[in-house]
């Protein structure tokens, strides 16, 4: 009879275990439905897109962004991804090493101060590191800011948290009166502005983990 009445509660525990299995189950496949079924795109104060990924729970992974800096040695129109508008245009940039890698400049590519671009121009790129890259060689990748260079300047483009902390915990600001705050229109932004996409131009950073700076300018991506 004791045995019995074992080989009960071994039954009901299995069948609890395998409820508790059949819903985490379930409801992983209608998050994954969720995150499958959502436009992983926002759009920022001048209403470009700026792409969002998301991770396997659903939270908003936002975008880490990788820098080339080097010399411009050709700009050409991007007919070779077929778009013959001329909005799109292919910058090839090369640096000390001699390493070329190809930038696609779009509508959505903001250019610092609206320079025009021309070769033997020393820039720096920034582009998106999640965003998927055609196998190919030159490397070729979207870019997303590209900055002239100055001498003594210093950039960082990255997304920040209300403390002014990066997402990658590289850099964080303290703004003073004297820090020029805009939005990408070279509109004055009032407000903390974190919790958006940054670009930050400085001259000089402490040494300390994480590096701080009181910018000269920052440029928010609103969004």
């Known amino acids: 009879m004791n045995d019995f009445r074992q080989m009960i509660r071994v039954n009901n525990r299995k069948n ?25 795109i926002e759009k920022d ?10 991770n396997m729970f659903g939270m908003q992974q936002r975008p880490v962004f990788l820098s080339f800096s080097g010399v411009i040695t050709g700009i050409r129109s991007a007919e070779n991804m077929g778009r013959y508008d001329g909005c799109f245009r292919m910058v090839t940039v090369e640096n000390e090493s001699g390493n070329v890698t190809n930038f696609v400049m779009g509508p959505e590519t903001y250019v610092a101060d609206q320079t025009t671009l021309y070769e033997s121009l020393p820039v720096t790129v920034f582009y998106n590191g999640n965003a998927p890259a055609p196998l190919i060689f030159p490397p070729q990748f979207t870019a997303d800011v590209i900055v002239p260079q ?4 210093m950039v960082f483009a990255g997304w920040f948290n209300n403390v ?11 703004l003073s009166p004297a820090t020029e705050v805009v939005t990408a229109n070279n509109q004055t932004y ?22 701080q700076t009181t910018p000269e300018k920052v440029v928010v991506l609103c969004g």
């Open 16 to 40: 609890i275990d395998e409820i508790i299995c059949n819903k985490i189950i379930f409801e992983m496949k209608r998050l994954c439905e969720k995150i499958r079924d959502t436009e992983n």
């Open 45 to 54: 104060d001048r209403g470009l897109k700026m792409p969002v990924n998301y």
């Open 150 to 153: 100055m001498e003594g300047q």
């Open 164 to 174: 002014l902390l990066s997402s990658d915990q590289s850099l964080r600001l303290n």
């Open 190 to 211: 009032t407000g903390n502005p974190g919790g958006h996409v940054l670009i930050v131009f400085y001259s000089q950073s402490t040494r300390s983990i994480p590096a």
